[in-house]
Nanobody, 123 residues
Framework: VQLQASGGGLVQAGGSLRLSCAAS????????MGWFRQAPGKEREFIAS????????YYSDSVKGRFTISRINAKNTLSLQMNSLKPEDTAVYYC?????????????????WGQGTQVTVSS
């Protein structure tokens, strides 16, 4: 599966952004999906994950209650709604797919990665 993330940009603290990840291929609905982010000089960080049918989601403590992950299998699309953004949310955001179809928070459990989209939150 090929992944294309989009929707990043510059936003003021307290604002919102919605990221999208478009997937190619007919097997999107079998993949567990995740969002990660990486700030300059830091390791890639888990943000959120959703299982193959959307019935289960999992979030990092840093974004729980502010971010919402969702998917529309019929449109091969994954989304991340980000509200109440903070300057520390500034990073390149990546979508990823795991062939197990599960929620997962480790980078090594993902088989495919998108190219990343920059999110910058100004104070």
């Amino acid at each position: 599966v090929q992944l294309q993330a989009s929707g990043g940009g510059l936003v003021q603290a307290g604002g919102s952004l919605r990221l999208s990840c478009a997937a190619s291929g007919r097997t999107f609905s079998s993949y567990g999906m995740g969002w990660f982010r990486q700030a300059p000089g830091k390791e890639r960080e888990f943000i959120a994950s959703i299982n193959w049918n959307g019935a289960r989601t999992y979030y990092s403590d840093s974004v729980k209650g502010r971010f919402t992950i969702s998917r529309i299998n019929a449109k091969n699309t994954l989304s991340l709604q980000m509200n109440s953004l903070k300057p520390e949310d500034t990073a390149v955001y990546y979508c990823a797919a795991n062939s197990r179809g599960i929620v997962a928070d480790l980078t090594n459990m993902y088989d495919y990665w998108g190219q990343g989209t920059q999110v910058t939150v100004s104070s």
